[in-house]
């Protein structure tokens, strides 16, 4: 069974810069898509960014655009999320979550990732933006 850790986040100030990991285990993340979501209190989840395992395609969240990178490393089971620019409504507990996508076309530019679409979720790890 695909266990998922997720590391990295923490307190920062309006401006900087902090990295997350998503380290799989008990299962190859080679045919699966990595999803990071967020979720602010009292407010739905929301989708950040995707990642394809097998050929690196990636989506972004219009409002992460520009700021946050997603990569991966299959070698180590391991995807990360660069988040830079970092401003106090990314204030969020961040997940991540990985999907079956044999075919590599889950996640793409434009496309809409759900929640629903991921059938595993890593405990979560909180981020706070703040001066």
């Known amino acids: 069974q695909l266990q998922l850790v997720e590391s990295g986040g923490g307190l920062a100030q309006p401006g900087e810069s902090l990295r997350l990991s998503c380290k799989g285990s008990g299962f190859t993340l080679d045919y699966k898509v990595i999803g990071w979501f967020r ?49 106090p409504e990314d204030t969020a507990l961040y997940y991540c979550a990985a999907r079956t996508d044999y075919s590599g076309t889950y996640c793409r530019s434009n496309s809409r990732m759900k929640s629903t679409d991921f059938e595993s979720w890593g405990q979560g790890t909180q981020v706070t933006i703040s001066a």
């Open 39 to 87: 979720q602010a209190p009292g407010k739905e989840r929301e989708a950040v960014s995707c990642i394809t395992m097998s050929n690196g395609r990636t989506n972004y969240a219009d409002t992460v655009k520009g700021r946050f990178t997603i990569a991966r490393d299959s070698a180590t089971n391991t995807a990360w999320l660069e988040m830079n620019g970092l401003k």
